[in-house]
């Protein structure tokens, strides 16, 4: 079965670059989620697209933004990275009305 | 608001020993409660999701959770542990569907040989 796409696995970037995360949802799966795990921690909220409208915002930091494309799949990009954005990024997908969310493997992000 | 609290951040089992992970929620609102599990450097796989149908809610790998409005809780059990049980599990808490998760802070589960 098709399962939820990221890219890339694994990043490394220096202080203050950028980075774009992207994320290919199952099929026919209408909403997209954004988390993010630091070290050891549980995985945050951080953005929500439904229908690649932006349908709720957690903690994410202005110095990112993330968009849903007419393909369904999404990108997350963060600028001005800092050493706290090291931390594994889950994309998720959910079909209509299911009540369930299907996690990618994550991209993990360092930063130096 | 919603939240879990996980008790216990580590659990260690003997294999074949019961395996009782506790959940315990806040919500304003009817919940709806997961139990995903996480292995070294890999996603999440939800483990069973309760969404207010049946109270006992059966999951894969041999994974129970009872939904207790009374207790506020969701703990997850599983009768015999395996040594591929090993894991970090989490339990998180929704609105309803179509919502994002709120994760408690989680549950390393070791399995003694």
């Known amino acids: 079965a098709a399962g939820v796409i990221q890219s890339p696995r694994h990043l490394i970037k220096e202080k203050r670059e950028t980075a774009t995360l992207k994320c290919y949802p199952i099929?026919?799966?209408?909403?997209v989620y954004w988390y993010q795990q630091g070290p050891g921690q549980d995985p945050q909220f951080l953005i929500s697209?439904?229908?690649?409208?932006?349908?709720d915002k957690g903690s994410i930091p202005d110095r990112f933004s993330a968009q849903q494309f007419s393909d369904y799949h999404s990108e997350l990009n963060m600028s001005s990275l800092e050493l706290g954005d090291s931390a594994l990024y889950f994309c998720?997908?959910?079909?209509?009305?299911?009540?369930?969310?299907?996690f990618g493997p994550g991209t993990r992000l360092t930063v130096l | 608001a919603q939240s879990v609290t996980q008790l216990g951040s580590h659990v260690s089992v003997s294999e074949g020993a019961l395996v009782l992970l506790r959940c315990n929620y806040s919500?304003?609102?009817?919940?709806?409660l997961f139990w995903y599990v996480q292995y070294p450097n890999q996603g999440l796989q939800l483990l069973l999701k309760?969404?207010?149908?049946?109270?006992l809610v059966k999951g894969i790998n041999g994974f129970e959770a009872e939904f207790k409005k009374s207790e506020t809780s969701f703990h997850l059990t599983k009768p015999s542990a395996h040594m591929s049980d090993a894991a970090e599990y989490f339990c998180?808490?929704?609105?309803?569907?179509?919502?994002?998760?709120?994760f408690g802070a989680g549950t390393t589960v070791t399995v003694r040989a």
């Open positions: 998720a997908s959910s079909p209509p009305r299911v009540g369930e969310q299907f």
């Open positions: 309760y969404t207010s149908a049946a109270t």
């Open positions: 099929p026919r799966h209408d909403t």
């Open positions: 697209f439904y229908e690649k409208m932006q349908s």
């Open positions: 919500s304003s609102v009817p919940p709806y």
């Open positions: 998180a808490v929704s609105f309803g569907v179509d919502y994002k998760l709120s």
